[in-house]
T-cell receptor, first 112, second 116 residues
Framework: EDQVTQSPEALRLQEGESSSLNCSYTVSGLRGLFWYRQDPGKGPEFLFTLYSAGEEKEKERLKATLTKKESFLHITAPKPEDSATYLCAVQAKETSGSRLTFGEGTQLTVNP | DTEVTQTPKHLVMGMTNKKSLKCEQHMGHRAMYWYKQKAKKPPELMFVYSYEKLSINESVPSRFSPECPNSSLLNLHLHALQPEDSALYLC???????????????FGPGTRLTVL
């Protein structure tokens, strides 16, 4: 059974204090790993898709990396507007259609 | 443009009402999804339509009835719901339904449903 575990559950940072969110996964064969950002009461906003170990992608203050067992979302010099819940999800090669397995999310709060 | 639109934004209904949620995308995507999300939990998959045919039903109660009139539209018909069905209902779409490659899903803003 595919599993995704995100840590920490919640993270409080001061503005400018860089940190990383972790997403550990167990999947029979990885087709893709996805990162989303979700603000309260809104739909998840797509950030990155990673396909294979060693891959990295960047967008503004965010950088996502992937190994064979986990992914990290690095946040450099965060701002209060980066406060949100960050969701990680995997899609397995043997899964039916586009079924995603989500982690429980990391709730990030950035204080000014 | 990666926009998925959903209407209405908010819906309050009684347990005997019939209502519908609507979802639309104009990205040429051929897979569309309905998810249910409870507070502080990740989205839970309900239905998947691939090339306008229902491909996945995650054992959802029959009081939820999906419909895909064409490749751009997705409806969710609601009837005789229970208070525990109150949640954020999310629509998503993707290019090809993940048949051959990792298929990024783009989510709409959601409909906040309250069942009294």
């Amino acid at each position: 059974e595919d599993q995704v575990t995100q840590s920490p559950e919640a993270l409080r940072l001061q503005e400018g204090e860089s940190s990383s969110l972790n997403c550990s996964y167990t999947v029979s064969g990885l087709r893709g790993l996805f990162w989303y950002r979700q603000d309260p009461g809104k739909g998840p906003e797509f950030l990155f898709t990673l396909y294979s170990a060693g891959e990295e992608k960047e967008k503004e203050r965010l950088k996502a990396t992937l190994t064979k067992k986990e992914s990290f979302l690095h946040i450099t010099a965060p701002k209060p507007e980066d406060s949100a819940t960050y969701l990680c999800a995997v899609q397995a090669k043997e899964t039916s259609g586009s079924r995603l397995t989500f982690g429980e999310g990391t709730q990030l709060t950035v204080n000014p | 443009d990666t926009e998925v639109t959903q209407t209405p934004k908010h819906l309050v209904m009684g347990m005997t009402n019939k209502k519908s949620l609507k979802c639309e995308q104009h990205m040429g995507h051929r897979a569309m999804y309905w998810y249910k999300q409870k507070a502080k939990k990740p989205p839970e998959l309900m239905f998947v339509y691939s090339y306008e045919k229902l491909s996945i039903n995650e054992s959802v109660p029959s009081r939820f009835s999906p419909e895909c009139p064409n490749s751009s539209l997705l409806n969710l018909h609601l009837h005789a719901l229970q208070p525990e069905d109150s949640a954020l209902y999310l629509c998503a779409s993707s290019l090809a339904g993940g048949r051959f490659f990792a298929d990024t899903q783009y989510f709409g803003p959601g409909t906040r449903l309250t069942v009294l």
